[in-house]
């Protein structure tokens, strides 16, 4: 996979579908590698006519590392959070805006639909206020606001969040605990394959396991706080996808998101959890194609009105 230099980084990055088709910007959530869009979702985007354009974060798989920012302590950004605060950070979620942003421009791409799972939702959020010129749709999939009053996950499931292997553990004891936790993350309704989990387990810790960066994300989304103060000004046509039955944003988050981003349409999965299940890609890809081909016909006519 190719690299390429975004805001004073090197980001890896993937494209599939056609060049000329118009580009879909797919960005993966809290210590995610590219690797984690299921293949099917990807695939469906690019076979619909779509330029599929996907990226590890900072800080994630063959990303820039930000190593000399050494490890944080989550538990005492947690205590400074759950008291109001300030939590100081080597970077936020505006420094991982811009890094997609970056990608944007070294790609010479004006705009993109974008699409965002969990942490890369709070980035696509921030992206559609920040740089409305450069989202021509929003997705949001399995994402929050960072209301702090909103339900939160259980004690157990932060824990289990933040709960990392020894450092000393060995690659397989390294990959049990993570398919221990995706179990806890993934849909009721749609169990995982647990041969095809353990398999892209397995080949994501030998493309790039790197906890510091994951730790590093972490503290990010607690320092930037809320973003309830400029999700009124998304002005993209914004799809809200989330799960019923999501154990680590519970479900409160997207109707809250409904609530503050204009003109927003929400659509909720019973079964669904905090992944994004093999069962539930076609309705998924299927929604967001449509929202995507929906916004591109009205913009399409809205310039041919103009040029007339």
Same mark, same amino acid.
């Given at each position: ?176 605990? *993570? ?22 387990? *397995? ?12 730790a590093r994300q972490l503290l990010a ?16 046509? *914004? ?70």
């Amino acid at each position: 996979m190719p690299q390429i230099d975004a805001n004073g980084i090197k980001l890896e990055y993937e494209i599939s579908g056609d060049p000329a088709a118009p580009p879909v910007l797919l960005i993966m959530g809290l210590g995610a590698q590219l690797t984690r869009w299921p293949e099917p979702f990807h695939r469906a985007l690019s076979e619909a006519g779509f330029r599929v354009i996907r990226y590890d974060n900072r800080d994630v798989g063959k990303s820039t590392r930000m190593v000399q920012a050494g490890v944080p302590s989550l538990t005492r950004a947690a205590l400074r959070s759950a008291l109001g605060l300030p939590v100081r950070a080597p970077y936020d979620l505006g420094t991982l805006t811009a890094d997609a942003v970056g990608l944007l421009d070294a790609l010479g791409l004006g705009s993109a639909h974008v699409v965002g799972a969990s942490m890369g939702g709070m980035i696509a959020q921030t992206l559609a206020a920040h740089h409305p010129g450069r989202v021509r749709t929003l997705i949001s999939i399995m994402s929050t606001s960072g209301h702090r009053r909103l339900p939160q996950p259980s004690l157990g499931m932060r824990m289990a969040l933040i709960r990392r292997p020894d450092p000393g553990a060995g690659r397989a004891q390294i990959i049990d605990a *993570t398919i221990a936790l995706y179990r806890r993350l993934s849909s009721p309704g749609y169990p995982p394959d647990e041969p095809l989990m353990r398999a892209l387990v *397995t080949s994501d810790f030998d493309r790039g396991y790197y906890p510091p960066g994951s730790a590093r994300q972490l503290l990010a989304i607690v320092a930037s706080g809320s973003r309830v103060p400029i999700l009124g000004r998304i002005t993209a046509p *914004t799809l809200i996808q989330h799960g019923a039955d999501d154990p680590l944003i519970p479900v409160a988050a997207a109707h809250d998101l409904h609530h503050r981003i204009p003109g927003s349409r929400l659509e909720i999965f019973p079964g669904m959890g905090h992944d994004l299940p093999r069962g539930l890609v076609a309705t998924l890809t299927g929604q967001i194609i449509d929202h995507m081909r929906r916004a591109d016909a009205a913009s399409a006519q809205a310039t041919g009105a103009a040029v007339l």
